[in-house]
């Protein structure tokens, strides 16, 4: 799709940029960046470009589902002492982007 294209070629330039300023790279966060823009578009339909703007709101959000994953998993194995410490499992933030998302994508269809 076109827009897969797209987040080819915005790691290309990433690539391109970073080669001309002979710096060196770490292949993982690249790799994951451009994983994410790919999931980002072909998945919800959302164009971001992570390479130049790293603090989009879809990563940053990604980023609290992640921490939200590892939360779920500590007050699975540990039920008593989340509650006790009144442990939050999803972030407000996080929420709303889920429920965007989920929106956007159900009137899509």
Not at 14 to 39: F, P, Q, W
Not at 42 to 62: C, D, L, P, Q, Y
Request: aromatic share 6%; hydrophobic share 45%.
């Amino acid at each position: 799709s076109k827009h897969i294209i797209k987040v080819g070629e915005n790691f290309e330039n990433y690539i391109a940029d970073v080669a001309e300023s002979e710096t060196e790279i770490d292949m993982k966060v690249a790799g994951g960046l451009m994983t994410l823009d790919s999931i980002a578009t072909a998945g919800f339909g959302i164009e971001i470009n992570s390479f130049k703007e790293r603090e989009n709101t879809f990563r940053v959000m990604a980023m609290t589902l992640k921490v939200f994953s590892r939360s779920l998993n500590e007050l699975i194995s540990m039920p008593k002492p989340a509650v006790a410490m009144e442990s939050r499992v999803i972030r407000p933030p996080a929420t709303f982007m889920s429920i965007s998302v989920s929106d956007s994508a159900t009137s899509a269809m």
